[in-house]
């Protein structure tokens, strides 16, 4: 509980005085409703001649409190829905953000579609737990309190029946607590399966159509669905004994304040007008207690969101900041590494030994699954060695590889990873920031800093305080079941996160500036759209033709459209040869001294292969170039040839 409440606090920052304002309007609520059951109460019995007064006075009265009633319930309304989305775009964001400054090798274990659905669903359930929930709950309890004295001043005995009887019976309902929270962890995971699920397929529709596995994929969505009925019916089934409950609880105290009011009405014993209160207070004592049991649903729901998105911000972040760029000429060695996944496999690699000095060009090759893969991951710090060393130095200093040597490295990962956009945006996405940055070059500007985001999410780590294995750990067991096999996922997304990280500066806004949430919440909605604007006017078409020919990437002049020709998700539009090559362009705008191309000429042919080759070779300068390749045209182009074997090295 102790740190559900600091994730609670942790997504309130910032939207504090807002929730405080919704509370306070509805105190005001409150009130009114509460002087319009005694004013009404006193315009029938100045109606009936039990007291004296002015009729016409008490009449206005009724309708200011009316009219007010009105407004401030717009109020609270329009207060609610702009808090609740400026406060999910707040916490999605940091959640987010916390997501691509975590390990990659902790984040691979669950699957992206569950990612997906915490960060969205999740995320809705708890902010609407602090904007509505909490907020009604407190309201409804001084409502039921304020009810409760203006009825004991009328008739304490009806007062001490419905006072006592009311909220015993209404706690009653507690019991069904414990299977609410069962059952709604139940749907939530079967949600994430249906997400994770119909991602893959759609994401791999070419294999699935290619198969014919279509009716397959359908079969398996629907017995997932089936799942996810189930435990709705479940779930259902305790909320519907609940609301019978509450039924019975409430009509049984209705009738009790009828048939009490009669009582004392056929006796003389109030008036009219205090017959009329009885019952519009027996109503505002009803409604906070069905309030509070209403929102019994959504604090269980708000719970497990709470622990999944706890699980999901445990992750060990990465130390990205003041990031290290070599200049001048840089050499990589590796001295004895090795390493495996897990403490019970084999070593992938084992006591492996390189050397990759400036200007030159190296081929590893070797038989598939051997570790080739696994070796780029190493230099890019995504995994860290068992044993051994890995370092970079230039003339003057030295440094061991770790996330803050990455922007050493240009990597280039197998299948190209373009995004959807044009084809101008995806090679800018590898400018970074650089005014001038050309193969050969003698120096490298540094990439630009992740102080600003770091700061906040290190300041986010003083509020998540890692409580992963205590939150939804089954879960965490399925999803890591469902995907630690396929290790290669997430490629993609690092690199595109490495270059976020390095051009955006704006992390934390909302805190800082809470008196203009909703503008800082804009600019951080049109943050990436700005980042590629602010790109496209620093990275010139010469650049980026430069950088396209050395790819063998002419092609793209010939297109209609040009460089701003619009590609779809995953560059659709391009063959794989020809998004490959971009992709191969677009890494060659970055300002790392180290090129890491895994499988990069895959998809090309002989011919094309080697014109990129002699290309790099002829503007290769002091930069060095690794590739990962299969390819032996490839290699014989290259000035060493380095051969993975299981457990030995040539």
């Given at each position: 509980?102790?740190s ?5 606090r ?5 939207f504090?005085a807002?929730?405080?304002?919704i509370?306070?309007?509805?105190l005001?609520e ?12 006193t ?22 409190l ?11 309304l ?6 609740e989305?400026?406060m999910s775009?707040?916490?999605r964001y940091?959640?987010?953000s916390?997501?691509l400054?975590s ?21 809705d359930d708890?902010v609407?737990?602090?904007?509505s929930?909490?907020p009604l709950?407190f309201?409804?309890?001084i409502?039921?309190a304020?009810?409760?004295i203006?009825l004991n001043?009328l008739?304490?005995t009806?007062?001490l029946?419905?006072g006592?009887?009311l909220p015993?019976?209404?706690?009653l309902s507690?019991?069904y ?10 749907v939530k995971?079967s949600e994430?399966l249906i997400?994770?699920?119909?991602e ?5 529709q070419?294999v699935?159509r290619?198969?014919?596995?279509q009716?397959e ?7 997932l669905?089936?799942?996810?009925q189930e435990?709705?019916?479940?779930r ?5 004994f ?16 009828f048939l009490?009011s ?8 109030v ?6 209160a009885?019952l519009?207070?027996?109503s505002?004592?009803?409604r906070?207690?069905?309030e509070l ?5 959504g604090?269980?729901a ?15 972040l ?6 290290i ?7 990589l060695r ?5 390493f ?13 030994s390189?050397e ?7 081929a590893v090759m070797g ?15 995504l995994?860290?060695?068992?044993a ?6 230039d ?6 590889v770790?996330?803050?040597t990455?922007?050493n490295f ?8 373009l995004i959807s956009?044009t084809?101008?945006?995806?090679l ?6 650089a005014t ?5 070059s003698?120096g490298a ?8 985001r770091l700061?906040q999410?290190?300041h986010?780590?003083?509020?998540l305080t890692g409580h992963?294995?205590?939150a939804?750990?089954?879960?965490h ?5 469902t ?5 290669r996922l997430?490629h993609?997304d690092h690199r595109?996160?490495a270059?976020a ?5 704006r992390?934390g806004?909302?805190d800082q500036?809470k008196?203009?949430a909703?503008e ?5 909605l ?10 496209a006017?620093v990275?010139?078409d ?16 010939d297109l209609?459209?040009?460089?701003d020709?619009?590609?779809?998700e995953g560059?659709?539009?391009?063959s ?5 090559r ?9 300002p790392g001294?180290?090129l890491?191309?895994?499988e990069?000429t895959s998809?090309?042919d002989?011919k094309t292969?080697r014109?990129f080759?002699e290309?790099?070779r002829?503007?290769i ?8 390749t299969h ?9 060493q040839?380095?051969e993975i074997?299981?457990?030995d090295?040539?």
């Amino acid at each position: 509980m102790k740190s559900a409440l600091q994730f609670l606090r942790f997504a309130s920052r910032g939207f504090r005085a807002r929730l405080a304002a919704i509370t306070v309007i509805g105190l005001i609520e409150v009130a009114l409703s509460l002087a319009f059951v005694w004013f009404s109460k006193t315009i029938i019995d100045v109606a009936t001649g039990n007291i004296e007064g002015s009729l016409l006075f008490y009449a206005v009265l009724l309708v200011v409190l009316v009219v007010l009633q009105i407004l401030f319930r717009a109020w609270d309304l329009r207060l609610r829905r702009l808090t609740e989305v400026r406060m999910s775009n707040h916490v999605r964001y940091n959640v987010f953000s916390r997501l691509l400054y975590s390990r990659w090798q902790e984040l691979a274990s669950v699957h992206s579609g569950d990612m997906l659905t915490r960060i969205i669903r999740d995320t809705d359930d708890v902010v609407d737990v602090l904007v509505s929930s909490l907020p009604l709950a407190f309201t409804a309890v001084i409502q039921f309190a304020g009810a409760l004295i203006i009825l004991n001043v009328l008739d304490p005995t009806l007062a001490l029946i419905l006072g006592i009887g009311l909220p015993v019976l209404a706690s009653l309902s507690h019991l069904y607590y414990r299977y609410m929270k069962k059952y709604t962890l139940q749907v939530k995971e079967s949600e994430s399966l249906i997400t994770s699920m119909m991602e893959e397929s759609l994401l791999n529709q070419v294999v699935i159509r290619t198969f014919e596995r279509q009716e397959e994929e359908l079969d398996r969505l629907g017995s997932l669905q089936s799942q996810l009925q189930e435990s709705v019916q479940k779930r259902t089934r305790v909320s519907v004994f609940a609301n019978l409950l509450m039924g019975l609880t409430f009509n049984g105290g209705y009738i009790t304040a009828f048939l009490w009011s009669a009582y004392r009405l056929a006796y003389k014993k109030v008036s009219f007008g205090t017959v009329t209160a009885y019952l519009q207070l027996v109503s505002r004592i009803q409604r906070p207690l069905f309030e509070l049991v209403r929102q019994l649903p959504g604090m269980v729901a708000a719970k497990a969101a709470v622990e999944r998105l706890i699980f999901l911000t445990g992750f060990t972040l990465e130390d990205v900041r003041n990031p290290i760029l070599l200049q001048g000429n840089v050499t990589l060695r590796m001295q004895d590494v090795t390493f495996s996944y897990t403490e019970d496999e084999e070593p992938v690699l084992d006591r492996f030994s390189l050397e990759l000095r400036p200007g030159t060009m190296v081929a590893v090759m070797g038989p598939t699954g051997v570790g080739k893969t696994t070796l780029l991951r190493l230099l890019l710090a995504l995994v860290k060695p068992d044993a051994g060393s890995i370092t970079l130095e230039d003339e003057l200093n030295q440094a061991e590889v770790s996330e803050r040597t990455r922007s050493n490295f240009v990597y280039v990962p197998q299948g190209g990873s373009l995004i959807s956009g044009t084809i101008r945006e995806n090679l800018q996405l590898g400018y970074a920031g650089a005014t001038e940055v050309r193969l050969g070059s003698t120096g490298a500007r540094s990439t630009p800093s992740a102080r600003a985001r770091l700061k906040q999410v290190d300041h986010t780590t003083e509020h998540l305080t890692g409580h992963r294995r205590s939150a939804d750990g089954a879960d965490h067991r399925r999803s890591a079941a469902t995907v630690a096999g396929d290790r290669r996922l997430g490629h993609a997304d690092h690199r595109r996160s490495a270059a976020a990280v390095a051009s955006d500066r704006r992390l934390g806004h909302a805190d800082q500036h809470k008196r203009d949430a909703e503008e800082v919440s804009d600019r951080r909605l049109g943050q990436a759209g700005q980042r590629r604007r602010r790109t496209a006017a620093v990275a010139s078409d010469e650049e980026l033709r430069r950088v396209l020919e050395i790819a063998s990437a002419e092609f793209v002049f010939d297109l209609p459209n040009g460089l701003d020709t619009v590609l779809g998700e995953g560059g659709s539009g391009l063959s794989e040869g020809q998004a490959q090559r971009i992709a191969i362009a677009r890494a060659l705008l970055r300002p790392g001294k180290i090129l890491l191309l895994d499988e990069a000429t895959s998809a090309l042919d002989e011919k094309t292969a080697r014109t990129f080759v002699e290309n790099l070779r002829r503007e290769i300068g002091n930069r060095s170039i690794l590739f990962i390749t299969h390819q032996s045209h490839i290699a014989d182009l290259c000035d060493q040839h380095v051969e993975i074997c299981i457990n030995d090295l040539k």
